[in-house]
């Protein structure tokens, strides 16, 4: 990130349960928080296959999977990873800081 990056306050880092993953809302987007291997990962909270919430889904290791057509998505990337999802859901750069969650949303 260059030094012209915007970090934007999402939530503390005790917020994030391990292995798992929360929906909550940042600067008026919807997003996914996920926490998998020790490390926090972000992403735009909706499938882009059928809408449905992400943080509704299950998380395994790198992949979250959608509640309604059981789409998958790499959490790291935002790529899809399984089938009906062919299109990419948008992923975020996160800092960790003072125990809070940061993101870089731009």
Do not use: K
């Not at 005790?14 to 929360?22: L, M, R």
């Not at 490390?39 to 509704?56: K, P, Q, R, V, Y």
């Not at 299950?58 to 057509?69: D, K, N």
Request: glycine share 12%; hydrophobic share 40%; proline share 5%.
């Amino acid at each position: 990130m260059d030094s012209n990056t915007q970090w934007t306050d999402a939530t503390a880092l005790a917020d994030v349960p391990a292995d798992d993953v929360v929906g909550l809302q940042v600067a008026g987007r919807d997003i996914a928080l996920y926490s998998a291997s020790g490390e926090i990962f972000a992403t735009d909270n909706i499938c882009s296959h059928g809408h449905g919430l992400l943080c509704e889904g299950f998380l395994e290791g790198h992949e979250i999977e959608c509640p309604l057509h059981q789409g998958r998505f790499d959490i790291r990337t935002g790529q899809p990873s399984g089938a009906p999802a062919t299109e990419a859901i948008r992923s975020y750069p996160v800092r960790i800081e003072g125990g809070r969650v940061f993101l870089a949303l731009d």
